[in-house]
Structures are given as C-alpha cells and as structure tokens.
C-alpha cells in the first residue's frame, strides 16, 4: 500500500471534523483582530490562493476580523514569499502566509533553504485531498484509461501540476502510478507555477492530465469543465459525489495536504495569541462552513505546539517516501 500519513494526532482531528475545535464565537460577534494582511506565495486559482482567500472571507464575513487583505508573491517554488517574510520580519507583524505540505517537501529537496522552523508557526487549519483530472473532451475517463494510454505512449501521456518536480502533485502523480504498479520515475511529469496555469495546460490539451488539489478541480468539474478521474481519498467526498477515489479503481493509495499560516520570525505572543484565536472561534461559524463545504476541505486543527510536532512528524514521512521513490 502506498499511502502517505499525517500522523495520529491529524488522523485523529479529520475523523472528528464534525465535532467543532474551539470555543464559540461570543454572542456579540466580539472582533478578534481589526485586520489580517494573507501573503499567498504562488499566483491566482491555485490551492493556497484559494485557502487564503477562503480564510480571509470566513472570518471578515463571521466579524472576527475586520478586513483581510491578499498579496500573491510567486517564484522560488514558494520560496520568494518565505524570504520576503523571513527579511522583513518587523514590518511584517501583521502578514500571515499560507503554506501546506511542499514548505516540508521543498526543504527536504533544497528548493530554498528555510524550513517550517524559521519561521512562527500559526496553526494548521484544512486538509485537502489531491485529485487527478482530465479535459472534458479527453477519451480518459477513468484511471484505467489513464494507465492504458500511458502503456501505449508513456512519452505523450504527460502529467502536469502546480509544483515543481519532486514537488507535491508530482509525489502525488508518482504515488498513484506507483500504486497502479507502472515505475514513477518514467512518468513524464511537466511542471507549472501555481494550479492555474496547470489547469489552463490541461484545458489547451499542453499536458494529459493534471494532479491537482481536489478543491481545485470541484468547481470545475461541477462546471463540465474538467472530469475528475480520480481522488486520494479513502471514500467519495460529497463536493463531488460521482468522483471515484483511487481505491475504488484498485490503486492502493490515500493522500491529504494540510494546508495552514505562518508568521512572520519573531512575531509577538501577543500578536499570534490573537491570530490563534480568530483560527479557532472560525470554526464554529456558519461562515466557515459554508467556505468549508464549497471547497470539499476536512477540518485538520492544530495550533502552536502541536502544529510543530505534526510537521516535524510529517517531515520525517515524506523524506522516507521521497527516498523510496527516488526523490531525494
């Protein structure tokens, strides 16, 4: 079985999702924080983009924060934004980053040469479960014919993604086709700067399919636009009832990104005691349901400690997966 875990204490916090995390809002919609400046360290339409967009509504819209502002800083594999916040610590008090599973995988890989340690860490707030998609006029349906036309020409069935190579989507792709038993090094993967570019790709037929965070391609895929072929989940999510999951189709393989904010080096106890509390009254509102929904996300709540305990643990996972499939 291939399957990459977030350890127990993640596991734990996904199947309990439904049983809230945090103490409730007060009843006179107290405002935590008057504003929140989101730095998204990749372009538009990609995952982190859309988490921190959806977070920023969730908690503007609940009365939490009085305004949220976004800055979309792309390069270095997110790596720009990393440094940016890194070298602009004081000024930067009032910035939260969102980052997800590729700030552990591109340390590993030496991509940038910080790690989640250096800087503060917020909370981890979602996961999300990868997918892989097609076009909507492509004769791949299924995973099947996705690993049929590869048989056939491994060469002209290129997978794309958001991420570098040795990247998130490309571990994804290579775990799938791993799991399907095919040799994930041969697969042909093309890289992308942030998701919608990949999903452009794959709309202009540039690459065969696209390995994707789920909630990337649910609006898409409810659209008509793109067919969903196959999702890392271990059983059908309700964004996307008719989406079959890998095991469904025999491929022995589970995967969920976290995604969460970081602050700034040196941030003030006051200052993330404030970010930390706004993260934990959101999840009981009805506005971070709804955002919650709509995106196919499962609630994975973590904060300070803890969240520092569950990177350390899914670092050491990941670079154990890596290797194996030859990575690093």
Same mark, same amino acid.
């Given at each position: 079985?291939?399957?990459?875990?977030?350890?127990?204490?993640?596991?734990?916090?996904?199947?309990?999702?439904?049983?809230?995390?945090?103490?409730?809002?007060?009843?006179?919609?107290?405002?935590?924080? #008057?504003?929140?400046?989101?730095?998204?360290?990749?372009?538009?339409? /990609? =995952?982190?983009?859309?988490? *921190?967009?959806?977070? %920023? @509504?969730?908690?503007?819209?609940?009365?939490?924060?009085?305004?949220?502002?976004?800055?979309?800083?792309?390069?270095?594999?997110?790596?720009?934004?990393?440094?940016?916040?890194?070298?602009?610590?004081?000024?930067?008090?009032?910035?939260?980053?969102?980052?997800?599973?590729?700030?552990?995988?591109?340390?590993?890989?030496?991509?940038?040469?910080?790690?989640?340690?250096?800087?503060?860490?917020?909370?981890?707030?979602?996961?999300?479960?990868?997918?892989?998609?097609?076009?909507?006029?492509?004769?791949?349906?299924?995973?099947?014919?996705?690993?049929?036309?590869?048989?056939?020409?491994?060469?002209?069935?290129?997978?794309?993604?958001?991420?570098?190579?040795?990247?998130?989507?490309?571990?994804?792709?290579?775990?799938?086709?791993?799991?399907?038993?095919? #040799?994930?090094?041969?697969?042909?993967?093309?890289?992308?700067?942030? /998701? =919608?570019?990949?999903?452009? *790709?794959?709309?202009? %037929? @540039?690459?065969?399919?696209?390995?994707?965070?789920?909630?990337?391609?649910?609006?898409?895929?409810?659209?008509?636009?793109?067919?969903?072929?196959?999702?890392?989940?271990?059983?059908?999510?309700?964004?996307?009832?008719?989406?079959?999951?890998?095991?469904?189709?025999?491929?022995?393989?589970?995967?969920?990104?976290?995604?969460?904010?970081?602050?700034?080096?040196?941030?003030?106890?006051?200052?993330?005691?404030?970010?930390?509390?706004?993260?934990?009254?959101?999840?009981?509102?009805?506005?971070?349901?709804?955002?919650?929904?709509?995106?196919?996300?499962?609630?994975?709540?973590?904060?300070?400690?803890?969240?520092?305990?569950?990177?350390?643990?899914?670092?050491?996972?990941?670079?154990?997966?890596?290797?194996?499939?030859?990575?690093?």
């Amino acid at each position: 079985m291939t399957t990459l875990k977030l350890g127990r204490r993640a596991l734990i916090a996904a199947a309990v999702a439904a049983l809230g995390f945090a103490s409730p809002v007060s009843a006179d919609g107290h405002k935590v924080l #008057d504003s929140i400046h989101f730095l998204i360290p990749g372009g538009a339409g /990609g =995952g982190w983009d859309g988490t *921190a967009r959806g977070t %920023g @509504e969730a908690l503007t819209e609940a009365g939490l924060v009085g305004s949220a502002s976004y800055e979309n800083m792309s390069g270095g594999g997110g790596g720009k934004a990393i440094g940016y916040l890194i070298e602009n610590a004081e000024s930067n008090h009032g910035t939260l980053m969102v980052n997800s599973t590729p700030i552990v995988i591109r340390s590993l890989t030496g991509v940038f040469p910080q790690s989640f340690r250096d800087l503060t860490l917020v909370a981890g707030t979602i996961g999300d479960y990868a997918a892989i998609v097609v076009g909507k006029d492509s004769p791949i349906n299924n995973m099947a014919d996705l690993l049929a036309a590869y048989d056939a020409d491994p060469s002209a069935t290129a997978i794309g993604g958001g991420s570098v190579p040795g990247g998130m989507d490309h571990l994804v792709a290579a775990m799938a086709m791993e799991a399907a038993g095919k #040799d994930a090094l041969n697969v042909k993967y093309i890289p992308y700067d942030a /998701g =919608g570019k990949a999903m452009a *790709a794959l709309l202009s %037929g @540039e690459i065969a399919a696209l390995s994707t965070g789920f909630s990337e391609a649910v609006d898409l895929a409810n659209a008509g636009e793109v067919k969903i072929i196959g999702v890392t989940s271990e059983e059908r999510v309700d964004a996307a009832p008719d989406a079959m999951t890998m095991k469904e189709q025999g491929i022995d393989t589970t995967f969920v990104n976290w995604r969460g904010f970081f602050g700034a080096p040196g941030l003030p106890e006051d200052k993330l005691a404030m970010y930390q509390d706004a993260i934990d009254k959101m999840y009981e509102t009805p506005e971070w349901e709804e955002v919650r929904a709509r995106n196919g996300w499962v609630n994975i709540h973590n904060s300070g400690e803890e969240f520092e305990a569950f990177l350390e643990a899914q670092e050491q996972v990941i670079g154990d997966l890596m290797k194996k499939l030859g990575f690093l």
